[in-house]
């Protein structure tokens, strides 16, 4: 264990440092270490109102739209999420803005006074960072996003006002299980009893209606209890007893917003009585929610698109994306990815290859990646046995159409780089003003890239 004796004054990156080398497992499931230290602080009676977000895929955008409809109706908001892309700031907003270094050391300050012989992990300090910055910015909401699973994620030591799941689907299975059920049981647990419980998986698992029934939640369900509708203009809300009708389509791109933006509509549904939001901040909120990352599509030309899809599930709404965009006759499309050990890489790039004419596979950073040339193995060796019928996780997942232009898989051109930004470079140099530049893997695979080109 680390030696380094920080305090409030010392830089960020010199806490970070400490976060990282303090605990011996980056992942740690478990709420005993940081329930203990949260009582020490005080944290068991937070201020305002309390919405957990968990799921498979979604998160980020739903979180997202909760954050800029609830500034939008005047409401103080808390923000917490992860990972993050360039800053470790992104994680912690406060009222729209990221927190500032000060802010989140002198948090790490009074977690690290508190903890005295407890362990924790960097996600728990982050947590609970997050907390502290909203208890004493006396936040009239906060927006949770749960990390990992749900039941000993370490968000979960907060008694939720109202709870999302916004998808089920396989991922994470060293931790969470190898089956919906089972990942879904896991997720469930950020319901509370006598709380709105909110569900946008279009066809949950059962496990998800079972917890809820065993702990008396109040479950929100799609299908059932709220729905959506729309034509190419405009969208509809339908809820238990509010209508939300002529919606502009939410500002974020991907095949599956509407789904993430019913669940937020749902939840305030839901919280009604506890926070007035009218129709124009929904309107609003709606327009301006941003998640970089997320089937973000730069301006100019080539067209880049960057997307930090990592599973299966995601990486088929991506392909649906990618159908779905009007390209050029004979334009290419060229991908930068880069991927880690751990994810079910296979699975990733047979929803992709009909989409991608050149893969430009790029080693990340850290002992989980998968080297360039694992990676490119992978790719041809994928592309060779070729595509069969592709399984659908879930209802939810998005189902993989016949593709428009499928490429000829045979006739895929396979390169390496040594970095994302290397690799992107590359790309560049291939591509033509009509074509197209994905690049997807992972938030570690997005961030230096974005970073590159100075935007977020």
């Not at 500032?100 to 012989?117: L, N």
């Not at 208890?135 to 000993?152: C, F, H, S, Y």
């Not at 509809?236 to 991907?254: D, K, N």
């Not at 990592?310 to 990618?322: M, S």
Request: proline fraction near 5%; charge should be negative; include cysteine.
């Amino acid at each position: 264990m680390t030696q380094l004796v920080l305090d409030q004054h010392c830089s960020l990156a010199q806490w970070l440092s400490h976060l990282e080398a303090l605990h011996p497992q980056e992942i740690d499931l478990g709420l005993d270490r940081v329930q203990a230290v949260a009582a020490r602080l005080n944290l068991d009676a937070l201020p305002g109102i309390k919405i957990v977000v968990g799921g498979t895929n979604g998160k980020g955008s739903t979180c997202a739209m909760l954050e800029a409809i609830l500034l939008a109706a005047g409401y103080k908001v808390g923000l917490y999420t992860s990972p993050h892309l360039l800053r470790y700031n992104e994680r912690i907003r406060i009222n729209g803005a990221n927190a500032q270094d000060t802010t989140i050391t002198q948090q790490f300050a009074r977690i690290e006074a508190a903890r005295g012989s407890i362990s924790l992990s960097y996600f728990e300090f982050s947590t609970l960072a997050a907390l502290l910055a909203f208890a004493d910015a006396r936040v009239d909401v906060m927006v949770l996003e749960v990390g990992l699973g749900g039941r000993l994620d370490a968000v979960n030591i907060v008694d939720a006002d109202c709870s999302i799941i916004t998808s089920v689907d396989i991922d994470h299975i060293e931790y969470l299980g190898n089956d919906r059920e089972q990942i879904a049981w896991e997720k469930a647990h950020i319901f509370r009893s006598n709380k709105p419980a909110i569900c946008a998986d279009p066809v949950p698992p059962a496990s998800i209606q079972q917890y809820a029934q065993q702990i008396s939640a109040d479950l929100w369900q799609f299908g059932v209890d709220f729905n959506y509708s729309g034509d190419a203009q405009q969208w509809g809300f339908a809820g238990r007893e509010q209508r939300r009708s002529a919606l502009a389509y939410p500002a974020l791109r991907g095949v599956n917003q509407l789904l993430n933006a019913s669940a937020v509509l749902a939840a305030l549904e839901a919280l009604r009585f506890q926070l007035v939001v009218p129709a124009s901040a929904i309107r609003e909120g709606l327009l301006r929610a941003v998640v970089p990352g997320r089937m973000q599509i730069l301006p100019g030309e080539p067209t880049v698109i960057l997307d930090v899809a990592h599973n299966p599930h995601a990486a088929g709404a991506l392909a649906q994306n990618l159908q779905q965009m009007p390209t050029s006759p004979g334009s290419k499309t060229i991908a930068v990815v880069g991927m880690f050990k751990d994810k079910d890489v296979k699975a990733v790039l047979q929803r992709l290859l009909p989409s991608v004419d050149i893969w430009i596979c790029a080693e990340l950073a850290g002992a989980r990646a998968l080297s360039a040339e694992q990676l490119a193995g992978m790719v041809q060796a994928v592309a060779e046995a070729g595509l069969p019928d592709l399984p659908v996780e879930s209802s939810s997942s998005p189902k993989v159409r016949p593709v428009l232009n499928q490429v000829d898989l045979t006739k895929i051109e396979v390169l390496t780089a040594d970095s994302m930004v290397q690799g992107f470079v590359k790309a560049q140099s291939l591509a033509t003003l009509n074509d197209r530049i994905l690049v997807f893997g992972s938030f570690f695979a997005v961030g230096p890239v974005l970073e590159h080109l100075g935007r977020l």
